[in-house]
């Protein structure tokens, strides 16, 4: 998300970033190979091996983006807009305890602690394409459970066409929140049948790992077959709503970001087209594919729906 980037700047220069930052950080990996204790994505909080990690049939057979790309080239502007500032200013981040307060159109509201989130679902190992709207994409071995299982403890009503979901607000953790880049908290939204779908999981943990900060500790969305805001991360409120609820990129940029925002290669940002992504590490371009490869499972939901309208 690029959204301060003067006009003069062409969009074949934020690739170029990209993949300097990408050949940059190989080199750097390179360098501390045998001493990965060193890296200073791995903060010293995170490392917590998960238990009864179960592959799940949806993955993908993918090459996985390595450890060191997924959790040092991040999107966390609570942290920073740069990619390096989530694993370069996370580590005050405290994502123990945690609860999530669960409300609005649905018969069992309530504030539930992390544990008792998470202990009901037995965890998969899911390995899904993550495709940012900045046109790079990696492939990440998640940690997580269906979305639809949580969401189903808290018997959402009728009423129920939207969730809504919220980041913490924690300035004093989370630096960029003192700087108004965005209007905090992060906040974004799914309708009740696109959260319900069984690719939508809470991610808990990468790698077999429980998450680093920088990935949204201690637990945040992975909806694969849209652009990665709308991905939000360590969230501490869920709500579900009659109407759409606002989204954090929608209201600085409506131009730019829509509600759906579902990735596809036919419907170009404003100032790039959507229709190629450097997969990170690699370097030439490759085609994106519509629905980030996940057609088969999700199109059905959209049926009828003018995407360009509703991009
Ligand atoms: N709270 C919050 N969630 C967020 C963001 C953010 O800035 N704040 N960035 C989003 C964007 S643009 C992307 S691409 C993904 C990146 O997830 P990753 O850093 O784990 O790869 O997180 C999404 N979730
Ligand atoms: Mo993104």
Known sequence: MLIRRPPDIKPSEITDRDMYYSRRQFIAGAAVAGGALLWPGRNATAGAKL?????????TNEEQTPWEYITTYNNFYEFGSEKSDPADYSGKFKP????????????????????????????EERVYRLRCVEAWSMVIPWVGFPLAD??????????AKYVAFTTVMRPEEMPGQKRRVLEWPYCE??????????????????????LPNQNGAPLRLVVPWKYGF???????????????????????????????????????HPRWTQA???????FLKRET???????????????????????
């Open 51 to 59: 238990p009864n990690v179960t592959p799940h049939k949806l993955s």
């Open 96 to 123: 123990r305890p945690w609860s999530v307060a669960v409300k609005g159109e649905c018969a069992k509201p309530g504030v539930v602690n992390l544990e008792d989130l998470v202990s009901p679902h037995t965890l």
């Open 150 to 159: 949580l969401l189903q403890r808290f018997e959402p009503t009728s009423n």
């Open 189 to 210: 939204g799914l309708r009740i049948d696109e959260a319900m779908h069984p690719l939508a999981i809470m991610a808990v943990g990468l790698y077999g790992e429980e």
């Open 230 to 268: 709308k991905s939000i991360k360590s969230i501490v409120k869920i709500e579900f709503t009659r109407h759409q609820p606002p989204t954090t990129w929608n209201i600085s940029a409506p131009d730019e970001y829509g509600f759906y925002s579902n990735v596809n290669p036919e419907v170009d």
């Open 276 to 282: 190629k992504e450097r997969r990170i590490g690699d």
């Open 289 to 311: 594919l519509m629905f980030n490869g996940y057609a088969d499972q999700v199109a059905s939901l959209y049926s009828g729906m003018d995407l360009r309208k509703y991009y």
